[in-house]
């Protein structure tokens, strides 16, 4: 027994010392750098431009109760990321490079003078996907529509209003009549992201949160996340998670932490009929002044590779119902994106924002939504 249990002693010691020497090589050797975001200001030192001094002031524009920050004219900072993952796209620190003009958006300063007698205008309404986040300026769908629409007229300008301190439909209708007007639309268009639509948690992508004691070792710690984030992704065939959300009750969205965060709840949302109302108000305002709306929908990250399963389809389904009943011209940008994997769409593995191959592939069907309503397609 005892030469059986001093076997055991020493195969036990045995595996526990590879272990250790094996954790050791790891973080050593072969540990990934974390993913992670990060902000400079324009003399390279780190800051929080959401945050900080300099860069946001509240915005007056948004309903009554809502803090809301929009960018300080003037503003220059970078969005960074590590690891560096493409050194040709990114600078050497990892970093995009982002101005705000004079009225406080990320576009040119000559949009913020009148609109020269026979030219036209797009005024481009959303959040980070509109804005450009983690994409260079002239990478973003913004200006690349521009750059293609100009082949044929050069006095058509687009004007990013994207995340200018608007996130739900409803504000992005209240700025748009209080102040993005200034800007005197020929066309008014409406960039919408699924989570302007319907609240999302980490349960709804079936994602688990490995066990404590996983941290310990960082081999394993990478090999759950890899699992967890995989099975983020992946839905079973046939779910309809928008219709399980839609039937919530109001209650409910009072309990989800970011939703809450944001002062908006269940009357903002789609079940709740609020980007409904929105949209509605912005066509009947539009078609007073003889301005043409047009409403644009992108799909989340997830589920777009060949033979996957996308899962929210039915809320592209149900955008683009509601927008013809409601004599909205409409397009939807997921047949554009579909075929690509998730991973090749993403800034980067710490920002599943689009990046410059995601602008790109919705260039061009957005471009041509812009010529039809120009009246020039």
């Avoid at 969005?79 to 560096?84: H, K, L, Q, S, T």
């Avoid at 939703?259 to 108000?281: I, K, S």
């Avoid at 994106?337 to 090749?344: P, Q, T, Y």
């Amino acid at each position: 027994m005892r030469r059986i249990a001093l076997g055991l002693g020493i195969a036990a010691a045995s595996v526990c010392a590879s272990a250790f020497g094996a954790e050791f090589a790891y973080r050593a050797w072969f540990e990934p750098a974390p993913a992670r975001v990060f902000y400079l200001d324009a003399d390279r030192r780190p800051v929080d431009p959401l945050r900080g001094v300099g860069f946001v002031e509240a915005n007056p524009f948004v309903p009554e109760g809502r803090l809301r920050s929009r960018w300080k004219a003037g503003a220059h900072f970078y969005i960074c990321y590590e690891p560096n993952t493409d050194p040709e796209y990114f600078d050497a620190y990892g970093c995009v490079e982002y101005r705000i003009n004079r009225c406080q958006i990320r576009d040119r300063e000559e949009v913020c003078d009148p609109k020269p007698a026979g030219s036209r205008r797009i005024v481009c309404l959303g959040d980070s996907f509109t804005f450009g986040w983690g994409v260079k300026i002239e990478d973003a769908w913004v200006r690349r529509v521009e750059r293609e629409l100009r082949k044929d007229d050069d006095r058509i300008r687009t004007v990013n209003c994207g995340a200018s301190g608007t996130l739900f439909v409803d504000e992005y209708w209240t700025s748009l009549r209080a102040k993005f007007c200034e800007f005197e639309p020929d066309v008014v268009l409406v960039t919408l992201c699924l989570n302007d639509l319907i609240p999302t948690t980490d349960n709804l992508s079936h994602r688990k949160t490995p066990p404590r004691w996983v941290g310990a070792s960082h081999i394993i710690r990478d090999l759950a996340s890899r699992y967890v984030m995989a099975s983020t992704l992946r839905w079973d065939p046939g779910s309809d998670p928008v219709a399980e959300i839609l039937t919530w009750p109001p209650e409910v969205y009072g309990l989800i932490p970011w939703l809450a965060g944001t002062g908006v709840g269940y009357p903002q949302m789609w079940a709740g009929g609020g980007p409904q109302r929105a949209l509605t108000e912005m066509r009947i305002w539009c078609e007073s002044r003889q301005i043409k709306l047009g409403v644009v929908l992108w799909p989340y990250f997830q589920g777009l590779g060949t033979g996957e399963y996308y899962p929210f389809r039915s809320m592209h389904e149900r955008v683009a119902e509601f927008c013809v009943g409601a004599d909205i011209s409409f397009l939807d940008v997921l047949p554009s994106l579909e075929g690509h994997d998730d991973s090749s769409l993403w800034v980067h593995p710490a920002d599943l924002h689009g990046n410059a191959t995601a602008h790109a592939l919705a260039s061009p069907a957005i471009t041509a939504f812009c010529r039809r309503l120009l009246g020039d397609g």
